[in-house]
Every structure is written in structure tokens, then in C-alpha cells.
């Protein structure tokens, strides 16, 4: 995408790339693309937001298992590499750490097999998303792992526009404050659309197709 431009932190290995126009999720419309695609892809750059990520659940939350949606298994791993450390006070400590994904039904479910349940049941799970804006998405994995018998341990996410999924916390490395003008609209009510402005792309967690 021609229009592409990043939004730098201190850290050269954190940032965010995003597009300014008109945009199609599943669930909304909005005015920024954002691409998080080396960030779940690059070991560098998922170390970076995994360090990032860890300074809000090192010292105080249990984490058993690391439920990874929208393709963020190496961010996980990253994650989980940190939680385990020894060099720093906590609750994982010389524990290890479940990375898993989830199986989706024909109607968008989200399942686990049998060999992969005990991983989830009584085990304090952490979602982690690529992005949480509508909180759809992550509101099924909260409801597929309470389902499973599985405990909450909280949903984080690179970029999120909500600060709670359904009464749990979400952290984020980014925000809409980052972007200054980032705005979410209903798809039946865009003004974007009532306005004539035509959709740039289709964009989903692996990327976007112009349209």
C-alpha cells in the first residue's frame, strides 16, 4: 500500500505501520489501516512488542497458557519466553507455558480438540490478539475458554481500542491516541460511505485486498 507510513517508538523494533483512508472489516469500517504483519511475522520485532506486553502481567498474573488468535503464535512464544524468566520476580517463574491456537467452526466458532482441552481446562489462559477494536473476535475466545473450563488471565493485543473485553482488562502496546483521528464506524452507518467515499480495501488480520 503506496500511502503506508510508520509510527515510531524509542524502541527501533516497535512501531506501527498503518494507511490513512477507507477501510472494510468483517465487523466495521474505519479510517486507518493498521498492518501488524512483521510484528507476528519477524523474531525482532515480536521480541519487541512481547517485552513490551510482559511488564503488565510479569509480576502479579498467572499465565498457564498463551491462546494466540490472528496468527501471533511467535509473538506468544516471545511472550511466554519472558514470563519464564528467572532474572525477574514472577508468578511463572521456572514454569513453563502453553502456546496454542484455536480451531474455527464453519460458523466462526472457535474449538479445541481433544488432545489440546487439558492445555485450557483450569489453566489460566491469556489471549492474545493482533488488534481488539469491535472486541468481537475476543469476546469469542473469552467464551470458548470459560467454556472449556478455562480461566481468564486477560486479553492483550498490539493494537486495541477498548481498554476491556466483557468486565476483562485489554492491554495494548498501541492505541487510537497514536493515531490521533482514528475512528471505528457500524458498516450500516459509515459516513465515510454516506459521504461517497469509496472502500480503499478489504482488511482482515492476514492483510488487505484493494479493491
Do not use: W
Not at 100 to 122: C, H, K, W
Amino acid at each position: 500500500m503506496t500511502n503506508m507510513y510508520k509510527i515510531r517508538t524509542k524502541n527501533k523494533n516497535l512501531f506501527l505501520r498503518v494507511a490513512k483512508g477507507h477501510f472494510a472489516t468483517s465487523h466495521s469500517h474505519t479510517n486507518y489501516y493498521i498492518d501488524v504483519t512483521t510484528q507476528k511475522l519477524r523474531l525482532s520485532e515480536a521480541k519487541a512488542v512481547a517485552k513490551e506486553l510482559v511488564f503488565h502481567y510479569r509480576a502479579h498474573t498467572i499465565v498457564d497458557t498463551i491462546l494466540c488468535l490472528d496468527g501471533t503464535e511467535v509473538i506468544g512464544a516471545c511472550l511466554a519466553n519472558e514470563l519464564t524468566k528467572e532474572d525477574f520476580i514472577n508468578m511463572n517463574a521456572h514454569q513453563t507455558i502453553y502456546i496454542v491456537s484455536p480451531e474455527y467452526t464453519s460458523a466462526g466458532q472457535l474449538i479445541f480438540r481433544d488432545n489440546v482441552t487439558p492445555m485450557i481446562a483450569g489453566k489460566h489462559v491469556l489471549v492474545l490478539s493482533a488488534s481488539v477494536t469491535t472486541g468481537k473476535t475476543a469476546q469469542s475466545a473469552i467464551e470458548a475458554i470459560e467454556y472449556y473450563g478455562g480461566i481468564v488471565a486477560g486479553v492483550s493485543a498490539i493494537f486495541a481500542t477498548v481498554d476491556e473485553c466483557v468486565g476483562y482488562p485489554v492491554i495494548s502496546v498501541f492505541n487510537p491516541g497514536d493515531l490521533g483521528d482514528y475512528e471505528c464506524y457500524n458498516s450500516h452507518d459509515c459516513p465515510m460511505c454516506k459521504r461517497g467515499e469509496k472502500i480503499e480495501a478489504l482488511v482482515n488480520s492476514y492483510g488487505y485486498s484493494k479493491l
